[in-house]
């Protein structure tokens, strides 16, 4: 059993950075892996990065991959993503997801808990 909550969206200017934080609350945080995804106005949800439980494991997206980074402090229950270089193209309702996955945990199928998402809206 995992609550997630993300928080850090907002408006942003193309070329800029955001940072978006997930909080898990759950015994079990440590033990799952944990993604991100984004669905884009009239489009289908889509993967944009994972983490292994430990952290030792990152997977990104192609279309993200050296403009984005994801990171966990099991300590404090929190999952980040960092996107730098934002375009337009990444404006969306950004998702975070807790699996038991693992490999890559790119697909939807693989995750059991979702946030309600926060909205990022990059401007041009």
């Known amino acids: 059993q995992v609550q997630l909550v993300e928080s850090g969206g907002g408006l942003v200017q193309a070329g800029y950075s955001l940072r978006l934080s997930c909080a898990a609350s759950?015994?079990?945080?440590?033990?799952?892996?944990m993604g991100w995804f984004r669905q884009a106005p009239g489009k289908e949800r889509e993967f944009v990065a994972a983490?292994?439980?430990?952290?030792?494991?990152?997977y990104y997206a192609d279309s993200v991959k050296g403009r984005f980074t994801i990171s966990r402090d099991n300590a404090k229950n929190t999952v980040l993503l960092k996107m730098n270089s934002l375009t337009p193209g990444g404006t969306a309702v950004y998702y975070c997801?807790?699996?038991?996955?693992?490999?890559?945990?790119?697909?939807?199928?693989?995750?059991?808990?979702w946030g309600q998402g926060t909205q990022v809206t990059v401007s041009s």
């Open positions: 759950g015994r079990t945080f440590s033990s799952y892996a």
């Open positions: 997801a807790a699996s038991y996955c693992s490999r890559s945990c790119s697909t939807m199928g693989e995750y059991d808990y």
């Open positions: 983490i292994s439980w430990s952290g030792g494991y990152t």
